[in-house]
C-alpha cells in the first residue's frame, strides 16, 4: 500500500517594510536558503495575509504559522501555541493586525470541513513596528530559533503520522 503523503504549510506572515513585523517572512526566507526541510513541506510567504490562502490552509494535514504577536513578552521571546491553545490566543488577543485574518482563515476552513489536522503558531514579541527592512537587534536572533522550532514541528508531525498510519 502506498504511503500516503502528508502536507505541511509553513506559513510566514507581516509586512516586511515595518522592521519586527515582517519577523514571519524572514523565518520563511530563511528556511528556503537553508533547504533543509521535508519535500512534502510547503513554505508559503502569506504577507499581510488574505482570503486566497484559504485553499493552501485547506489542502494542508499541518499549519505552522510564523508571525510576530504583541504578548506582553520580553523582546525576541517566543511562544509557541498549538492547536487549540493556538485557536483560543487568536480569538482572544487582538495582538497584531494579522490575526483577525488568520482567525477567520481558520473559522472558514472548520466550516468547509478541511480543517488542517494539526496547528500551530510560533509568535516573537516585536520590539518596533517602525519602517525598516530587517528585524531589531534584539528580535534577529530569534529568526534562527523559531526556524529551528520550526524543524522540529514538522519532525514530529512526520513522526506522529508516521506512528498513526501504523496504527491503523
Same mark, same amino acid.
Given at each position: 500500500m502506498p504511503e500516503l503523503k502528508k502536507t505541511i504549510l509553513i506559513l510566514g506572515v507581516g509586512n516586511n517594510l515595518l522592521s519586527d513585523d515582517g519577523f514571519g517572512i524572514h523565518? %520563511?526566507?530563511?528556511?528556503?536558503?537553508a533547504r533543509e526541510l521535508e519535500e512534502n513541506s510547503i513554505i508559503i510567504d502569506g504577507g499581510t495575509i488574505g482570503l486566497n490562502l484559504l $485553499?493552501? %490552509? !485547506?489542502?494542508a494535514e499541518h499549519l505552522i504559522v510564523v508571525d510576530a504577536?504583541?504578548?506582553?513578552?520580553e $523582546?525576541?521571546?517566543l511562544r509557541m501555541f498549538?492547536?487549540?491553545d493556538m485557536d483560543d490566543h487568536l480569538s482572544?488577543?487582538?495582538?497584531? *493586525?494579522?490575526? *483577525?485574518?488568520m482567525r477567520d482563515l481558520?473559522?472558514?476552513a472548520r466550516l468547509s470541513g478541511k480543517m488542517p489536522k494539526t496547528r500551530a503558531l %510560533?509568535? *516573537? !514579541?516585536p520590539v518596533s513596528l517602525d519602517w525598516g527592512m530587517t528585524p531589531t537587534p534584539m528580535v534577529l536572533p530569534s529568526v534562527v530559533r523559531a526556524c529551528e522550532m520550526v524543524q522540529k514541528l514538522v519532525e514530529r508531525r512526520l513522526v506522529d503520522d508516521k506512528s498513526t498510519l501504523i496504527m491503523s
Open positions: 523565518v %520563511i526566507e530563511s528556511l528556503r536558503d $485553499p493552501d %490552509i !485547506q489542502d504577536a504583541e504578548m506582553g513578552l $523582546p525576541g521571546e498549538e492547536d487549540d482572544k488577543h487582538k495582538t497584531t *493586525v494579522h490575526e *483577525v485574518a481558520l473559522f472558514a %510560533i509568535a *516573537v !514579541q
